[in-house]
Protein backbone atom coordinates (compact mmCIF):
# COMPACT_ATOMS: atom_id res chain seq x y z
CA UNK A 1 0.00 0.00 0.00
CA UNK A 2 1.44 3.05 -1.23
CA UNK A 3 3.80 2.34 1.80
CA UNK A 4 0.74 1.08 3.07
CA UNK A 5 0.81 -2.41 4.42
CA UNK A 6 2.02 -1.14 7.38
CA UNK A 7 3.76 1.97 7.55
CA UNK A 8 6.31 0.68 8.95
CA UNK A 9 7.02 -1.02 5.61
CA UNK A 10 7.98 1.95 4.30
CA UNK A 11 9.97 2.80 7.58
CA UNK A 12 12.36 -0.18 6.55
CA UNK A 13 12.89 0.97 2.81
CA UNK A 14 13.43 4.63 4.06
CA UNK A 15 10.25 5.42 1.69
CA UNK A 16 8.12 8.40 2.52
CA UNK A 17 5.89 10.84 0.82
CA UNK A 18 6.59 14.62 1.33
CA UNK A 19 3.56 16.56 3.16
CA UNK A 20 3.33 20.31 2.51
CA UNK A 21 3.78 22.93 5.35
CA UNK A 22 0.42 24.19 6.56
CA UNK A 23 -1.13 27.61 7.05
CA UNK A 24 -0.71 28.64 10.70
CA UNK A 25 -4.10 28.37 11.95
CA UNK A 26 -5.42 31.03 14.78
CA UNK A 27 -8.17 28.90 16.59
CA UNK A 28 -7.90 28.91 20.13
CA UNK A 29 -8.59 25.89 22.24
CA UNK A 30 -8.27 26.38 25.82
CA UNK A 31 -8.67 22.98 27.44
CA UNK A 32 -8.99 23.45 31.32
CA UNK A 33 -9.95 20.44 32.66
CA UNK A 34 -12.02 19.85 35.73
CA UNK A 35 -10.38 18.29 38.10
CA UNK A 36 -13.10 16.42 39.93
CA UNK A 37 -10.99 13.33 40.58
CA UNK A 38 -7.58 12.30 41.96
CA UNK A 39 -5.91 11.39 39.39
CA UNK A 40 -5.00 13.99 36.55
CA UNK A 41 -2.35 13.83 33.28
CA UNK A 42 -2.51 15.85 30.10
CA UNK A 43 -2.98 12.79 28.06
CA UNK A 44 -5.04 10.15 28.74
CA UNK A 45 -4.91 7.17 26.28
CA UNK A 46 -7.91 5.07 26.36
CA UNK A 47 -6.53 0.76 25.11
CA UNK A 48 -3.32 -0.71 25.00
CA UNK A 49 -3.32 -2.20 21.69
CA UNK A 50 -1.45 -1.14 18.74
CA UNK A 51 -2.42 2.29 18.13
CA UNK A 52 -2.96 2.76 22.31
CA UNK A 53 0.69 2.00 22.96
CA UNK A 54 1.91 3.62 19.75
CA UNK A 55 0.47 6.94 20.59
CA UNK A 56 1.55 6.52 24.64
CA UNK A 57 4.94 6.39 23.43
CA UNK A 58 4.91 9.67 20.89
CA UNK A 59 3.02 11.41 23.79
CA UNK A 60 5.90 10.53 26.45
CA UNK A 61 7.86 12.20 24.09
CA UNK A 62 6.05 15.32 23.57
CA UNK A 63 4.63 16.12 27.36
CA UNK A 64 6.88 14.09 29.28
CA UNK A 65 5.94 10.48 30.43
CA UNK A 66 5.00 11.70 34.08
CA UNK A 67 2.00 13.60 32.06
CA UNK A 68 0.73 10.46 30.17
CA UNK A 69 -1.40 7.39 31.16
CA UNK A 70 -2.73 4.02 29.19
CA UNK A 71 -5.93 2.65 30.42
CA UNK A 72 -5.28 -1.07 29.33
CA UNK A 73 -6.76 -4.51 31.47
CA UNK A 74 -5.16 -6.63 29.78
CA UNK A 75 -1.55 -8.46 31.47
CA UNK A 76 -0.80 -9.32 27.49
CA UNK A 77 -0.36 -7.12 24.17
CA UNK A 78 -0.64 -9.04 21.20
CA UNK A 79 0.74 -8.46 17.77
CA UNK A 80 -2.38 -10.05 15.59
CA UNK A 81 -1.26 -10.20 12.55
CA UNK A 82 0.65 -13.09 13.33
CA UNK A 83 -2.30 -15.25 14.15
CA UNK A 84 -2.70 -15.56 10.63
CA UNK A 85 0.48 -17.46 10.31
CA UNK A 86 -0.41 -19.48 13.46
CA UNK A 87 -3.75 -20.66 12.67
CA UNK A 88 -1.64 -22.22 9.71
CA UNK A 89 1.19 -23.43 11.75
CA UNK A 90 3.57 -21.35 10.42
CA UNK A 91 4.34 -19.15 13.56
CA UNK A 92 3.83 -20.23 17.47
CA UNK A 93 1.16 -18.49 19.09
CA UNK A 94 3.71 -17.88 22.07
CA UNK A 95 5.48 -15.65 19.88
CA UNK A 96 2.92 -13.01 19.21
CA UNK A 97 2.26 -11.79 22.87
CA UNK A 98 4.60 -9.93 24.90
CA UNK A 99 3.37 -8.24 28.84
CA UNK A 100 1.89 -5.32 28.56
CA UNK A 101 4.20 -3.87 31.59
CA UNK A 102 7.12 -4.29 28.83
CA UNK A 103 5.35 -2.04 25.93
CA UNK A 104 3.92 0.72 28.03
CA UNK A 105 6.65 2.98 27.65
CA UNK A 106 8.94 3.87 31.13
CA UNK A 107 7.83 6.51 32.93
CA UNK A 108 4.08 6.29 31.61
CA UNK A 109 1.44 5.30 34.32
CA UNK A 110 -0.62 2.07 32.90
CA UNK A 111 -3.58 2.22 34.85
CA UNK A 112 -4.88 -1.56 34.84
CA UNK A 113 -8.30 -1.89 34.50
CA UNK A 114 -11.09 -1.39 31.59
CA UNK A 115 -12.61 2.23 30.99
CA UNK A 116 -16.06 2.04 31.89
CA UNK A 117 -17.10 5.27 31.35
CA UNK A 118 -16.62 8.38 29.11
CA UNK A 119 -17.58 11.44 30.23
CA UNK A 120 -16.52 14.30 27.49
CA UNK A 121 -18.38 16.71 28.23
CA UNK A 122 -16.17 16.51 32.02
CA UNK A 123 -13.33 15.32 30.30
CA UNK A 124 -13.37 12.89 33.04
CA UNK A 125 -13.25 8.44 32.81
CA UNK A 126 -14.47 5.91 35.01
CA UNK A 127 -12.66 2.63 35.23
CA UNK A 128 -13.70 -0.53 36.39
CA UNK A 129 -11.91 -0.11 40.06
CA UNK A 130 -14.39 2.91 40.46
CA UNK A 131 -11.23 5.06 39.65
CA UNK A 132 -12.45 8.48 38.17
CA UNK A 133 -9.63 10.05 36.06
CA UNK A 134 -9.12 13.69 33.87
CA UNK A 135 -7.82 14.47 31.20
CA UNK A 136 -6.90 17.62 29.26
CA UNK A 137 -6.37 15.31 25.45
CA UNK A 138 -7.39 12.44 25.39
CA UNK A 139 -6.67 9.52 22.82
CA UNK A 140 -9.27 7.30 21.62
CA UNK A 141 -7.40 3.52 21.09
CA UNK A 142 -10.22 1.01 22.30
CA UNK A 143 -9.74 -1.42 19.59
CA UNK A 144 -13.09 -3.09 18.12
CA UNK A 145 -15.19 -5.84 19.95
CA UNK A 146 -15.61 -9.52 18.29
CA UNK A 147 -19.16 -11.10 18.70
CA UNK A 148 -18.88 -15.05 18.24
CA UNK A 149 -22.48 -14.96 19.86
CA UNK A 150 -24.01 -13.49 17.06
CA UNK A 151 -23.48 -16.80 15.15
CA UNK A 152 -25.95 -19.25 16.80
CA UNK A 153 -24.23 -21.98 18.01
CA UNK A 154 -20.95 -20.04 19.25
CA UNK A 155 -18.86 -19.71 21.01
CA UNK A 156 -20.18 -23.33 22.32
CA UNK A 157 -19.29 -24.64 18.84
CA UNK A 158 -15.47 -24.28 20.06
CA UNK A 159 -15.46 -27.09 22.31
CA UNK A 160 -16.41 -29.06 19.26
CA UNK A 161 -13.51 -30.69 16.52
CA UNK A 162 -12.99 -29.01 12.92
CA UNK A 163 -13.74 -25.53 13.72
CA UNK A 164 -11.43 -22.50 14.59
CA UNK A 165 -11.14 -18.59 14.06
CA UNK A 166 -7.72 -16.96 14.01
CA UNK A 167 -9.04 -13.85 15.13
CA UNK A 168 -9.16 -14.65 19.02
CA UNK A 169 -6.17 -15.90 21.37
CA UNK A 170 -8.40 -18.75 22.58
CA UNK A 171 -9.17 -19.90 19.06
CA UNK A 172 -6.26 -19.35 16.79
CA UNK A 173 -4.44 -22.78 17.30
CA UNK A 174 -7.85 -24.72 17.49
CA UNK A 175 -7.53 -23.81 13.58
CA UNK A 176 -3.99 -25.23 13.20
CA UNK A 177 -5.21 -28.51 14.71
CA UNK A 178 -8.88 -28.50 12.32
CA UNK A 179 -6.33 -28.34 9.86
CA UNK A 180 -3.62 -31.08 10.73
CA UNK A 181 -6.82 -33.22 11.50
CA UNK A 182 -8.71 -32.78 8.07
CA UNK A 183 -8.93 -36.22 6.37
CA UNK A 184 -11.54 -35.51 3.51
CA UNK A 185 -14.76 -33.47 2.52
CA UNK A 186 -15.75 -29.34 2.95
CA UNK A 187 -12.99 -27.04 4.36
CA UNK A 188 -15.24 -23.91 4.76
CA UNK A 189 -13.78 -20.24 5.23
CA UNK A 190 -16.60 -17.53 6.41
CA UNK A 191 -17.01 -13.55 6.28
CA UNK A 192 -19.00 -11.86 7.87
CA UNK A 193 -21.48 -9.32 7.22
CA UNK A 194 -20.10 -6.55 9.41
CA UNK A 195 -16.68 -4.50 9.26
CA UNK A 196 -13.71 -6.49 10.31
CA UNK A 197 -10.15 -5.77 10.95
CA UNK A 198 -7.56 -7.01 8.60
CA UNK A 199 -10.19 -7.85 5.91
CA UNK A 200 -8.13 -9.82 3.93
CA UNK A 201 -7.06 -12.62 7.23
CA UNK A 202 -10.55 -14.72 6.39
CA UNK A 203 -9.35 -15.40 3.04
CA UNK A 204 -5.59 -15.84 3.99
CA UNK A 205 -6.18 -18.88 6.32
CA UNK A 206 -7.92 -20.84 2.90
CA UNK A 207 -4.98 -19.79 0.75
CA UNK A 208 -2.46 -21.16 3.91
CA UNK A 209 -5.29 -24.26 4.28
CA UNK A 210 -5.09 -24.79 0.47
CA UNK A 211 -1.14 -25.07 0.94
CA UNK A 212 -0.65 -26.97 3.63
CA UNK A 213 -3.87 -29.75 2.31
CA UNK A 214 -0.80 -29.98 -1.23
CA UNK A 215 1.48 -30.74 0.80
CA UNK A 216 0.03 -33.33 3.19
CA UNK A 217 -1.37 -35.48 -0.17
CA UNK A 218 -5.06 -34.38 1.05
CA UNK A 219 -6.22 -31.79 -1.53
CA UNK A 220 -7.59 -34.39 -3.93
CA UNK A 221 -9.94 -35.09 -0.74
CA UNK A 222 -10.84 -31.59 -0.02
CA UNK A 223 -13.44 -28.87 -1.20
CA UNK A 224 -12.52 -25.69 -0.06
CA UNK A 225 -15.04 -23.29 0.07
CA UNK A 226 -14.98 -19.57 0.95
CA UNK A 227 -18.37 -17.99 1.95
CA UNK A 228 -18.29 -14.10 2.28
CA UNK A 229 -20.92 -11.55 3.03
CA UNK A 230 -19.36 -9.52 0.62
CA UNK A 231 -20.15 -9.18 -3.04
CA UNK A 232 -16.49 -9.28 -4.16
CA UNK A 233 -13.58 -11.15 -3.40
CA UNK A 234 -11.40 -7.79 -2.33
CA UNK A 235 -12.16 -4.79 -2.10
CA UNK A 236 -9.52 -3.28 -4.52
CA UNK A 237 -9.94 -4.07 -8.32
CA UNK A 238 -6.00 -4.88 -8.56
CA UNK A 239 -5.70 -7.56 -5.89
CA UNK A 240 -9.14 -8.88 -6.67
CA UNK A 241 -8.57 -9.36 -10.40
CA UNK A 242 -4.91 -11.12 -8.76
CA UNK A 243 -6.70 -13.38 -6.14
CA UNK A 244 -9.71 -14.41 -8.52
CA UNK A 245 -6.92 -15.68 -11.01
CA UNK A 246 -5.57 -17.54 -7.91
CA UNK A 247 -9.03 -18.57 -6.81
CA UNK A 248 -9.75 -20.11 -10.07
CA UNK A 249 -6.10 -22.01 -10.40
CA UNK A 250 -5.91 -23.72 -7.02
CA UNK A 251 -9.40 -24.64 -7.57
CA UNK A 252 -10.95 -23.00 -4.39
CA UNK A 253 -15.04 -21.87 -4.67
CA UNK A 254 -16.28 -18.62 -3.81
CA UNK A 255 -19.77 -17.41 -3.11
CA UNK A 256 -20.08 -13.82 -2.64
CA UNK A 257 -22.97 -12.32 -0.25
CA UNK A 258 -23.12 -15.54 1.88
CA UNK A 259 -23.30 -14.82 5.73
CA UNK A 260 -22.73 -17.70 8.60
CA UNK A 261 -25.44 -17.58 10.50
CA UNK A 262 -25.25 -20.89 12.39
CA UNK A 263 -22.61 -23.44 13.48
CA UNK A 264 -24.06 -27.27 14.62
CA UNK A 265 -20.84 -28.81 15.95
CA UNK A 266 -22.14 -31.45 16.84
CA UNK A 267 -23.24 -32.31 13.33
CA UNK A 268 -20.69 -29.82 11.72
CA UNK A 269 -23.10 -28.66 9.74
CA UNK A 270 -23.00 -24.59 9.15
CA UNK A 271 -26.09 -22.58 7.81
CA UNK A 272 -25.74 -19.33 5.39
CA UNK A 273 -28.21 -17.19 4.42
CA UNK A 274 -27.94 -15.84 0.99
CA UNK A 275 -28.13 -12.14 1.52
CA UNK A 276 -29.52 -11.61 -1.93
CA UNK A 277 -32.12 -13.96 -2.00
CA UNK A 278 -33.90 -13.10 1.84
CA UNK A 279 -35.11 -15.69 3.84
CA UNK A 280 -33.23 -18.56 1.71
CA UNK A 281 -30.55 -20.54 3.86
CA UNK A 282 -28.00 -22.99 2.54
CA UNK A 283 -26.38 -25.79 4.77
CA UNK A 284 -22.74 -27.05 4.60
CA UNK A 285 -21.57 -30.07 6.13
CA UNK A 286 -17.74 -29.14 6.93
CA UNK A 287 -14.58 -31.46 7.76
CA UNK A 288 -13.01 -28.14 8.99
CA UNK A 289 -14.80 -24.77 9.19
CA UNK A 290 -12.69 -21.30 9.71
CA UNK A 291 -15.13 -18.73 11.59
CA UNK A 292 -14.20 -14.80 10.93
CA UNK A 293 -16.77 -13.53 13.25
CA UNK A 294 -19.32 -9.96 13.34
CA UNK A 295 -17.32 -7.31 14.87
CA UNK A 296 -18.71 -4.19 16.14
CA UNK A 297 -17.33 -0.88 17.88
CA UNK A 298 -16.15 -1.00 21.68
CA UNK A 299 -18.94 -1.67 24.18
CA UNK A 300 -18.13 1.19 26.10
CA UNK A 301 -18.78 3.64 23.36
CA UNK A 302 -22.35 2.25 22.58
CA UNK A 303 -24.58 5.20 23.08
CA UNK A 304 -21.87 7.87 24.30
CA UNK A 305 -21.52 11.32 22.84
CA UNK A 306 -18.34 10.37 21.26
CA UNK A 307 -19.59 7.95 18.98
CA UNK A 308 -21.48 8.20 15.32
CA UNK A 309 -24.74 6.22 15.21
CA UNK A 310 -23.04 2.90 14.31
CA UNK A 311 -21.40 3.70 17.41
CA UNK A 312 -17.64 4.02 16.45
CA UNK A 313 -15.30 6.84 17.45
CA UNK A 314 -16.76 10.03 15.76
CA UNK A 315 -12.97 10.95 13.89
CA UNK A 316 -12.45 13.68 11.04
CA UNK A 317 -11.04 11.22 8.62
CA UNK A 318 -8.32 14.09 8.00
CA UNK A 319 -6.90 15.01 10.87
CA UNK A 320 -8.12 12.14 13.57
CA UNK A 321 -9.56 15.08 15.81
CA UNK A 322 -12.96 13.99 17.38
CA UNK A 323 -15.85 16.11 15.12
CA UNK A 324 -17.48 17.69 18.32
CA UNK A 325 -14.71 17.20 21.45
CA UNK A 326 -11.79 18.99 19.54
CA UNK A 327 -9.61 17.64 22.97
CA UNK A 328 -10.74 14.20 22.36
CA UNK A 329 -8.68 11.97 19.32
CA UNK A 330 -8.99 8.81 17.86
CA UNK A 331 -6.74 6.13 16.51
CA UNK A 332 -7.62 2.19 14.84
CA UNK A 333 -10.01 0.17 14.57
CA UNK A 334 -12.70 1.64 17.09
CA UNK A 335 -12.68 5.01 14.85
CA UNK A 336 -15.05 5.44 12.35
CA UNK A 337 -12.12 6.51 9.64
CA UNK A 338 -13.30 4.84 6.16
CA UNK A 339 -10.12 2.81 5.35
CA UNK A 340 -9.44 -1.25 6.07
CA UNK A 341 -9.21 -1.71 9.95
CA UNK A 342 -4.89 -2.82 9.76
CA UNK A 343 -1.90 -1.95 12.05
CA UNK A 344 -0.59 -0.85 9.24
CA UNK A 345 -3.47 1.80 9.11
CA UNK A 346 -2.73 2.57 13.23
CA UNK A 347 1.02 3.14 11.87
CA UNK A 348 0.26 5.83 8.96
CA UNK A 349 -2.27 7.68 11.18
CA UNK A 350 -0.21 7.87 14.37
CA UNK A 351 2.44 10.26 12.35
CA UNK A 352 -0.59 12.47 11.43
CA UNK A 353 -2.50 11.83 14.44
CA UNK A 354 0.69 13.20 16.42
CA UNK A 355 1.27 16.02 14.06
CA UNK A 356 -2.58 17.17 14.54
CA UNK A 357 -2.39 16.73 18.56
CA UNK A 358 0.78 18.82 18.56
CA UNK A 359 -0.86 21.85 16.36
CA UNK A 360 -3.83 21.49 18.40
CA UNK A 361 -1.38 21.95 21.70
CA UNK A 362 -0.48 25.10 20.25
CA UNK A 363 -4.07 26.50 18.91
CA UNK A 364 -3.06 26.20 15.77
CA UNK A 365 -4.70 24.32 12.86
CA UNK A 366 -3.67 20.57 12.26
CA UNK A 367 -1.60 20.63 9.27
CA UNK A 368 -1.49 16.92 7.98
CA UNK A 369 -4.13 15.06 6.16
CA UNK A 370 -4.56 11.32 6.51
CA UNK A 371 -4.66 9.81 3.36
CA UNK A 372 -6.41 6.22 4.11
CA UNK A 373 -3.42 4.53 3.83
CA UNK A 374 -3.39 0.89 5.06
CA UNK A 375 -2.11 -2.61 4.06
CA UNK A 376 -3.22 -5.95 3.76
CA UNK A 377 -0.22 -8.80 2.68
CA UNK A 378 -2.62 -11.19 1.50
CA UNK A 379 -0.41 -14.57 2.29
CA UNK A 380 -1.22 -16.50 -0.89
CA UNK A 381 0.70 -19.39 0.35
CA UNK A 382 3.43 -20.32 2.73
CA UNK A 383 6.01 -18.22 1.21
CA UNK A 384 4.35 -16.14 -1.19
CA UNK A 385 2.51 -12.90 -0.12
CA UNK A 386 0.78 -10.52 -2.65
CA UNK A 387 1.27 -6.67 -0.49
CA UNK A 388 -1.98 -4.88 -0.72
CA UNK A 389 -1.68 -1.24 -0.19
CA UNK A 390 -4.22 1.36 -0.80
CA UNK A 391 -6.09 4.97 0.14
CA UNK A 392 -9.38 5.78 1.01
CA UNK A 393 -10.17 5.66 -2.56
CA UNK A 394 -9.62 1.75 -3.19
CA UNK A 395 -6.14 3.35 -5.71
CA UNK A 396 -3.11 1.10 -5.05
CA UNK A 397 -0.37 2.97 -2.95
CA UNK A 398 2.52 0.92 -3.52
CA UNK A 399 5.78 1.07 -1.49
CA UNK A 400 8.09 -0.92 -3.79
CA UNK A 401 8.97 -0.60 -7.27
CA UNK A 402 7.74 -4.33 -8.15
CA UNK A 403 4.15 -5.10 -9.28
CA UNK A 404 2.71 -5.80 -5.83
CA UNK A 405 0.00 -7.50 -7.58
CA UNK A 406 2.01 -10.60 -8.35
CA UNK A 407 2.54 -13.24 -5.59
CA UNK A 408 6.07 -12.73 -4.19
CA UNK A 409 8.32 -14.30 -1.69
CA UNK A 410 10.09 -11.09 -0.67
CA UNK A 411 6.70 -10.26 0.47
CA UNK A 412 6.21 -13.13 2.41
CA UNK A 413 9.39 -12.93 4.60
CA UNK A 414 8.79 -9.67 5.49
CA UNK A 415 5.02 -9.86 6.57
CA UNK A 416 6.34 -13.09 8.26
CA UNK A 417 9.80 -12.12 9.90
CA UNK A 418 10.33 -8.29 9.52
CA UNK A 419 7.13 -6.96 9.97
CA UNK A 420 7.07 -8.46 13.84
CA UNK A 421 10.36 -6.74 14.22
CA UNK A 422 9.28 -3.74 13.24
CA UNK A 423 6.18 -3.23 15.15
CA UNK A 424 7.75 -4.54 18.34
CA UNK A 425 11.25 -2.29 17.64
CA UNK A 426 9.53 0.37 15.46
CA UNK A 427 5.85 1.10 15.92
CA UNK A 428 5.39 0.65 19.69
CA UNK A 429 8.64 2.73 20.50
CA UNK A 430 7.48 5.62 17.80
CA UNK A 431 11.03 5.12 17.25
CA UNK A 432 11.09 8.26 15.30
CA UNK A 433 12.61 5.76 11.97
CA UNK A 434 12.79 8.68 9.65
CA UNK A 435 9.50 7.69 8.11
CA UNK A 436 6.86 6.78 10.82
CA UNK A 437 7.00 10.71 11.17
CA UNK A 438 5.33 11.14 7.66
CA UNK A 439 3.53 8.54 6.15
CA UNK A 440 -0.15 8.38 5.42
CA UNK A 441 -0.18 12.28 5.86
CA UNK A 442 -0.78 14.45 2.47
CA UNK A 443 -1.31 18.76 2.38
CA UNK A 444 -2.87 20.84 4.64
CA UNK A 445 -6.15 21.26 5.41
CA UNK A 446 -7.50 24.72 6.12
CA UNK A 447 -9.84 23.56 9.05
CA UNK A 448 -10.77 24.98 12.67
CA UNK A 449 -9.40 23.67 15.18
CA UNK A 450 -11.63 23.70 17.86
CA UNK A 451 -15.44 24.06 18.93
CA UNK A 452 -14.88 25.78 22.06
CA UNK A 453 -18.14 25.37 23.57
CA UNK A 454 -17.35 21.75 24.25
CA UNK A 455 -14.32 22.31 26.07
CA UNK A 456 -14.14 22.51 29.94
C1 LIG B 1 -6.06 -12.60 12.45
C2 LIG B 1 -5.65 -11.17 12.27
C3 LIG B 1 -4.79 -10.84 11.23
C4 LIG B 1 -4.40 -9.52 11.05
N1 LIG B 1 -3.52 -9.25 10.06
C5 LIG B 1 -3.07 -7.99 9.89
C6 LIG B 1 -2.07 -7.69 8.92
O1 LIG B 1 -1.60 -8.57 8.23
N2 LIG B 1 -1.67 -6.42 8.79
C7 LIG B 1 -2.17 -5.42 9.58
O2 LIG B 1 -1.74 -4.28 9.44
N3 LIG B 1 -3.14 -5.66 10.51
C8 LIG B 1 -3.59 -6.91 10.69
N4 LIG B 1 -4.53 -7.17 11.65
C9 LIG B 1 -5.28 -6.06 12.30
C10 LIG B 1 -4.53 -5.36 13.44
O3 LIG B 1 -4.08 -6.29 14.39
C11 LIG B 1 -5.46 -4.33 14.08
O4 LIG B 1 -6.03 -3.54 13.09
C12 LIG B 1 -4.71 -3.44 15.06
O5 LIG B 1 -4.26 -4.21 16.15
C13 LIG B 1 -5.61 -2.31 15.53
O6 LIG B 1 -5.02 -1.62 16.60
P1 LIG B 1 -5.95 -0.93 17.71
O7 LIG B 1 -5.05 -0.25 18.66
O8 LIG B 1 -7.01 -0.14 17.04
O9 LIG B 1 -6.69 -2.15 18.39
P2 LIG B 1 -6.04 -3.31 19.25
O10 LIG B 1 -4.62 -3.51 18.89
O11 LIG B 1 -6.96 -4.47 19.13
O12 LIG B 1 -6.06 -2.73 20.73
C14 LIG B 1 -7.25 -2.38 21.42
C15 LIG B 1 -6.91 -2.43 22.90
O13 LIG B 1 -7.98 -1.84 23.64
C16 LIG B 1 -8.12 -2.61 24.84
N5 LIG B 1 -9.48 -2.40 25.34
C17 LIG B 1 -10.64 -2.88 24.86
N6 LIG B 1 -11.67 -2.47 25.63
C18 LIG B 1 -11.14 -1.70 26.61
C19 LIG B 1 -11.68 -0.97 27.71
N7 LIG B 1 -13.01 -0.96 27.98
N8 LIG B 1 -10.85 -0.29 28.50
C20 LIG B 1 -9.50 -0.27 28.25
N9 LIG B 1 -8.93 -0.94 27.23
C21 LIG B 1 -9.74 -1.65 26.42
C22 LIG B 1 -7.86 -4.03 24.40
O14 LIG B 1 -7.52 -4.85 25.51
C23 LIG B 1 -6.70 -3.84 23.42
O15 LIG B 1 -5.46 -3.94 24.07
C24 LIG B 1 -4.92 -8.50 11.90
C25 LIG B 1 -5.77 -8.83 12.96
C26 LIG B 1 -6.13 -10.15 13.15
C27 LIG B 1 -7.04 -10.51 14.31
New binding site residues.
Given amino acids: MAGPV?CWQRSAWMWARRTRPLVPGVSRLHVSSRLLSKEHYKVLV???????ITMSSRMKRKVGAENVAV????EM?YY??L??LVGAGAKKVQISGRPTASVVPSGVTWIKS??QEIDPDRNTVRTGDGKQISYQYLIV???LQLHYEKIKGLPEAFKYPGIGS??SLQTVNKTWEALQNFKEGNALFSFPNTPV??AG?PQKIMYLSDAYLRKTGKRSKANIIYNTSLPVLFGVKKYADCLWEIVKNRDLQVNLRHELVEVRADRREAVFTKLDSPGETVVYEYEMLHVTPPMGP?E?LKGNPLADQAGWLDVDKDVLQHKRYPNVFG????TNVPTS????A?AAQSAVLDRTISRVMRDILPDKKYDGYT???LVTSYNTVILAEFDYNGQPLETFPIDQGKESRIMYHMKANLMPHLYWHGLLNAAGYGPWKTTGAQGHIPRRVSNLSKVH
Fill in positions: LLGGGSGGVEPSHQPWTPVALGNYKCAPVIGDCKTAAVSCP
